[in-house]
């Protein structure tokens, strides 16, 4: 019995070996044909040089340097100006493409890629004369759905990026999740996600990202689900399966992934006075100099110092709500008293001055006047929809969920909505 088996793998053996050296004998036939047609077409095609722009680099620098004169540098910007609306170049973020007849001809054609998806070329006719064009670069949006799953001592971002999650589209969900979730504590290992999202791409090739289409999320308070929507007026939010807005008029964390080093009790020990006194606000650790954003969008009706919260700001975001940020290093430059923010605005930095053993941000919400838990209180959506949008919108997520479950099925589709 043994033997017959190892005939049967040595069989096996040389048959593998067998078939690699004719694929890789094919493949090598197929390289020499390729390389032969690639040559074959760069005798025949114009010659090109892309050029990224640099700093300190102007358009007539990067002409002169392609041999042009001054007569054509000064008609080539021109025509740029008043036909294109383009009067600088932006460095390391602006390309010209340089086309060319043959090797040592004259540049024929020069392309502006200000974007990937806005290019102009300008091209010369017999006389000499410059003119000007907007190509049209097709957009090709493909619409991708991952599932993911948290596991043991996992991140969400870790999970995302296993997921194969985009880390940009990854970051503005993060965002979106912030005002619902807290990523410290809330995550564990079993909770799933989804994610309907955009990827852009041309001729093939993935150019960049696109927009947050839907997020589920299994969190601990229940099922946390958002689906992008754009009302009559065309603005465009975030809103529950019901058509609630889904993004809170406060972040429970403003910096996003920032430890709970502590929570909010009416009791504790206070760690620099020893005796027991209420903590009225959360405590997240981030190293000095880390950005504070403002929860919610308001007024700034508070900056100062006081020994306990050190370097502090406050924020009134309406009738009922404030916020506190306390132990600040330093304020945000142009945030005083009566400046109004907006909700992600930096508006001062980590630090520990006044009361504090190290490091860290302490938040507070008020609500008509009394101090509760960012964490657990109910925080008002942004806003709700109007009836002709409701019906709308339940249109909408219905579009988004069929194209969810079908994806679901074939992991490895993409659609376009
Ligand atoms: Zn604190």
Partial sequence: MKKAKNIITYNRLVYVVLVLAILLTLVAIILVVARHVDVEVKTEAEYKSLVLVESGDTLSKLLVEQGFNNTDVLQIAKVLKSDADISSLRADSDKIEFVRLGEKEPVSKI???????????????????????????????????????????????????????????????????????DFERDVRAGQKF?????????????????????????????????????????????????GNGAIKSLKRTPINNAKVTSSFSTSRKHP?????????????????????????????????????????????????YETLYAHMSRFAKGVVVGTNVKQGQTIGYVGSTGLSTGPHLH??????????????????????????????????RKVLEEGMSKLKENPSWFIQL
């Fill in 111 to 181: 392309i502006v890629i200000p974007s990937p998806w806005r290019q102009v070329e300008l091209t010369c006719d017999e006389s000499g004369t410059w003119s000007c064009r907007k190509i049209d670069v097709e957009k090709d949006t493909r619409v991708m759905y991952k599932v993911g799953e948290i596991l043991d001592g996992d991140s969400f971002y870790l999970a995302g990026i296993r997921a194969g999650i985009p880390a940009g589209i990854l970051a503005e969900v993060y965002d979106l999740l912030a005002f619902e979730m």
């Fill in 272 to 320: 620099v006075l020893g005796y027991t006194r209420a903590h009225k606000g959360v405590d997240f650790r981030a190293s000095t100099g880390t950005p504070i954003p403002a929860a919610g969008a308001g007024r700034v009706v508070a900056r100062g110092y006081n020994n306990g919260h050190g370097n502090y700001v406050k924020i009134r975001h309406n009738g009922s």
């Fill in 363 to 396: 938040y507070e919400i008020i609500k008509d006047g009394k101090h509760v838990n960012p964490m657990t209180v109910k925080l008002p959506a942004i806003s709700n929809l109007g009836k002709e949008d409701k019906a709308n919108f339940i249109e909408h």
């Fill in 194 to 242: 989804s994610v309907l999202y955009e990827e852009n791409f041309s001729g093939g090739k993935k150019i960049d990202n696109g927009r947050v289409l839907a997020i589920e999320f299994e969190a601990l308070r229940g099922n946390v689900k958002m689906y992008r929507f754009k009302k009559s007026d065309g603005k465009v939010g975030y809103y529950d399966e019901n």
